[in-house]
């Protein structure tokens, strides 16, 4: 379970990046970047996917 005080510092330390959502999903979140999952934020740690740029 990913707390919301752990998802509102890693939005406030990605808020630099253009086209970040993060989306509630459980009791976790999903990471996209220009509406594609990139990752979650799962047990209060980012696991991010491999992408193609």
């Given at each position: ?15 630099s990046i253009d086209n ?7 009791s976790d979140y999903v ?22 740029t």
């Amino acid at each position: 379970m990913t707390t919301k005080t752990f998802k509102e510092e890693f939005r406030k330390r990605t808020k630099s990046i253009d086209n970040i959502m993060i989306e509630a999903m459980f009791s976790d979140y999903v990471l996209y970047k220009k509406g594609k999952r990139n990752g979650v934020l799962f047990d209060n740690k980012p696991l991010l996917v491999s992408t193609e740029t």
